[in-house]
Structures are given as C-alpha cells and as structure tokens.
C-alpha cells in the first residue's frame, strides 16, 4: 500500500536516504519536488524535519545534499545558483520568517500556473553554513505554543522553499528553474483532549480547517472531480504545485505508537493512502535566453529581439509551444548548427493561417470590384493610360486609395455591381489583385492593418508567415 515503512527505531539517516535522497535529482532537471510532514500533534513531524544536532532531519540533510549536488554538477558550461524562502501559515495568513512582520502575503498563480508569493523575502545561498545563517533565526520566528499533549506545539504550517535555477552555456541557451517544498504541517487536535481556550482555540481551529481542506482536495483529485478547491485554503493553495500539480510529491505520514492515539493513527493512514493515488505531471521547467557575444554567456537583462514577430504579441501558449519546438529542432540539428527562427510554425497553424489569407483575399475582391463599379469612366480611362507608370501606395490611409477613386454622385452608394458587370472589367480585377498582392508582399505591419478585416493580429501573421515562407504566389 505504501512505498517504505520506517519503525520506531528507524534512524534519521535511514528515512533520507530510503525516501527523500532519491528525489533530489529532480531538481537539477528542471523539475519540482515537494515532501511533506503530516501526521497529528506530538506524533513527531518536526523532529522528522529538523531532527536534532546529532540526528539532523530531512531540511538540512536535503538542503545540505542539494548544495552539493549542484557544485558536482556545476562547469564552464553550466552553473547552478541556490536560493532560499522560508514562511508560515498562521491562522490563514501567509507570514514570512525571514524578514517577520505582521503583513499578510498573497499566493498568486502565473500564465503557466506556477504558485508564487510575491513579496515573500529570498535569500541566495553558497554553502550550508549561509543557510543555517538565514534558517536558525528564522526557525524562532515561528509560532509556537505549548498544550496538553505538547509541551512545543506548532501553530502553524511552515514551508521552506528551495529555488535552483542552472543556466546552459551551449546553444540553445536556456535557464532551467526548480523548486523545492519543505513543508511541517501542524498537527490535527482533538480540543476536547487538548483543553485549548481563547487564541489556542482558535490555532486548532484554523489548523484543523486547512487540514480538513486538503483532505477535500485529495478526495476530488482522486474522484476527478471538475473543481478542486484549492482556493478553500491558503495551505492547499500554496501547495497546488505539489497536490497533482508539476511536483514529484513525498508524504511521510508520522503515527503514535499509542492505544490513545488510535483514531489519530487511523485518519493519518487513511489520508495517506488517498494521497498516494493523486497523479501528479511533473515536467522541466526551460526557458530560452538570448544569445551574447560569441563564446560568451547569454545576456539575461537584454531585451528579447526577433525580427518575425515579437514575443509580447503571441500568446502565452502558442509562445510556449514555439519555444519548445526550437529547442527540438536546435538539438537535432547538432551543436555547430544555428539556431532556427523563432517561428517554426506547426503546420496545422500554416494551413488555418492560408485559410484566413484566403478568406481575406476573396473579399478584397469583391470589395473592390464593388467601389470600382462606381468609378467616373473619364478617370478609369485616364488610370489605365498611366497604370504603367502607377505604385503601390504605402501609407496609414486604406488600401483602396491605391485602386480607386469613389466617385460621389447621387444615388451611387447604394449601387451593386451586378455579374456582367464584373466581367467586362476583367482588366480591373486583374489590377486590384496584383496591388492587393504587393501589399501582401511588401507591405509593413501598418499597411496590413489598413486592408479590410486585418487587425494588428492578423498583420503580425502575414509578415510572420512571410518571412517563414516567401512571398505569397498569385492564384
């Protein structure tokens, strides 16, 4: 039923390296990680966290392994950098531990649907003894208070969080950014055994409520429920991520061996079984960087250029999927090969773009047969003796002033062009789609934007397809 059991004489080392050691690598990946301690109060979840001086627990043994890990991994092709975050949820309010105060921290989710905490305090680490630096300080800062079943009882939820970011130095370039959970759940409590009145009344209250939510949020994952409540508490919120998110996720479950303890024991299994059904996606986490100078590192503050189409004008996902598609071919391709444009469009996109190119060319068409039929015949004649000498105009004004002249007379505007007319014009249909065709050629962004039907949208495609493809053909 469950991945490893540990006995009461399991030591601090074997729980690491049986269960959370084995994960770690994720990390240097690009992938996130997350490792709970749930179980109730007194049952010995922070000592399994943060063990003792001569037992030292799962955060500096992971932080201490991870550090390491990175140095190993780190060269002239690649480096790592490590930073820290550590808060509390305290009567559902985000506080941060670092830098304490009483402000209330929001949890925001990203377009890619990464959880984050903005202003929550992050500190760069180097080695082990800069994080027990920032962590030992911050350690006292959480809410503690002592109970009838804890002399030490923890009235909150503490999460450390463990950035690591690496930067490729080969192209493509890329940065990869992973993030590590560390998380002491406080423990359920029973308030008829705990004697808890006034604030600590209120402590178990809001603990057993968020404790209450997350078990809901296992349930509807597992039920494939289409809400899952994540938002009901700012504990499951934060650990979206890790709940069927992105995040190779680890539950050590602590139980008292008491007969007392028995009902605690039984509820603490049963959430554990039920999480273990959750399926989470986990996945790298890569974006590409600009490229500097030759054999130089990328230049991580330059604004990002490219001559098709910005970034800022596609869509977060369409963005994402044309990232990817880079790096794919760019591998293939080999190390001496350039890297390709940026928009490799898939080819379901070409043939939905040719279609809007189609649509819109038919009814530049018919548009412009429409205000051509109520031309003075005087100034087509004396158009067609100058046509050889006529441009394309490139101007903020519409496209029709390079095909036509309107003529205002009385009663003209409600004309219709009828079929006969159209064809013993032939000569003009002709004209009109060989200047709609040059300004689908040649023409800027702006002068796209002045044809019938194109928004800025639009525009940014056709220069894009055209750059990918040529100039379009007539036909």
């Keep these: 039923l469950f991945d490893a059991y540990y006995s009461a004489t399991a030591t601090q080392y074997d729980v690491y390296m049986g269960s959370v050691q084995p994960i770690l690598h994720h990390l240097l990946e690009g992938q996130n990680a997350s490792i709970l301690a749930y179980g109730p109060t007194g049952a010995g979840k922070t ?25 190993d991994a780190s060269g002239d092709q690649r480096k790592y950098s490590v930073s820290m975050s550590y808060l509390e949820i305290y009567q559902e309010k985000v506080l941060d531990l670092l830098e304490p105060s009483l402000r209330d921290l929001p949890i925001r989710e990203d377009q890619n649907h990464h959880i984050l905490v903005p202003g929550l305090t992050e ?70 055994r705990t004697g808890n009145r006034g604030v600590r009344l209120k402590e178990s209250g809001a603990i ?66 039920k999480s273990k059904q959750v399926v989470n996606k986990p996945f790298t986490q890569e974006t590409l960087l600009d490229v500097g100078e030759e054999g130089s590192w990328p230049e991580n503050n330059r604004t990002q250029q490219n001559s098709l189409l910005p970034m800022e004008n596609l869509e977060p996902a369409l963005a994402e999927k044309l990232l990817h598609l880079e790096a794919l071919e760019t591998q293939q391709a080999g190390a001496e090969s350039c890297a390709l444009p940026l928009l490799n469009t898939p080819r379901s996109e070409r043939l939905e773009f040719r279609r809007l190119l189609e649509e819109t060319r038919r009814e530049l068409q018919v548009k412009t047969l429409f205000f051509m039929s109520h031309r003075d015949p005087s100034k087509t004649a004396m158009d067609e003796g100058q046509s050889g000498n006529r441009r394309v105009r490139h101007d903020t004004t519409s496209y029709y002033d390079s095909c036509y002249i309107q003529d205002s007379a009385p009663g003209s505007e409600n004309k219709v062009p009828s079929e006969w007319e159209m064809v013993l014009q032939p000569e003009l249909m002709a004209r009109t789609k060989e200047n709609i065709l040059a300004i689908l050629n040649t023409g800027s962004v702006k002068d796209l934007m002045a044809l019938h039907q194109i928004g800025k949208k639009k525009a940014n495609r056709i220069v894009a397809w055209r750059g990918e493809h040529g100039c379009l053909a007539s036909g």
């Design 47 to 71: 000592y399994t966290m943060l063990g003792s001086p001569e037992q030292p627990g799962v955060i500096p043994r992971a932080v201490q392994n991870l550090l390491q890990m990175t140095r």
């Design 123 to 192: 500190r760069e680490i180097t080695s082990f003894s800069d994080f027990e630096k920032h962590f030992l300080p911050a350690s006292s800062n959480r809410t503690v208070a002592s109970t009838q079943l804890n002399n030490r009882s923890s009235r909150s939820h503490a999460v450390l969080l463990v950035y690591v970011s690496q930067t490729r130095g080969w192209p493509p370039y890329a940065q990869r950014a992973a993030k590590l959970c560390l998380i002491d759940l406080a423990g359920s409590e029973d308030n008829r």
């Design 208 to 273: 057993n409520t968020s404790l209450f939510v997350l078990s809901k949020v296992v349930d509807a994952l597992n039920k494939g429920l289409p809400r899952v409540p994540y938002r009901d508490s700012k504990l499951t919120r934060l650990l979206q991520d890790s709940l069927g998110g992105s995040a190779h996720s680890l539950i050590i479950a602590n139980i008292a061996p008491e007969r007392k303890y028995y009902f605690e024991t039984l509820t603490s299994l049963n959430f554990a079984a």
